[in-house]
């Protein structure tokens, strides 16, 4: 029991270091790009908003899975779990239909 339990710990310790990665990779990227489509900056990748859409899709996919682990914990969490699903299945339609 004691060892799924440091199991249950440490993924719930990655997916939220991961969650906040993430989180300040998409600052980044939405700085990057709003500088270099005022022309202050010159980076070919960031001139359209792909990196923008790909980085939102990737959060809210860790992010749900983190709310989706916390769930067992707190059982609130699964509706949070099932919105940000939801909204990252909506940004990969986005994605894949070329609206960026």
Not at 4 to 28: D, I, P, S
Not at 65 to 70: G, V
């Amino acid at each position: 029991m004691d060892r799924e339990y440091k199991r249950y710990v440490n993924m719930e310790k990655a997916l939220g270091f991961l969650g906040w990665v993430m989180l300040a990779v998409t600052v980044l990227v939405v700085g990057l790009t709003v500088l270099t489509l005022n022309g202050i900056l010159q980076f070919s990748i960031f001139r359209n908003y792909l990196p923008i859409g790909i980085s939102i899709f990737i959060g809210l996919m860790i992010w749900g899975l983190r709310f989706y682990y916390n769930s067992r914990r707190y059982h609130s969490y699964i509706k949070y779990s099932v919105f940000a699903f939801v909204f990252a299945l909506i940004q990969l339609i986005f994605l894949l239909s070329n609206v960026y």
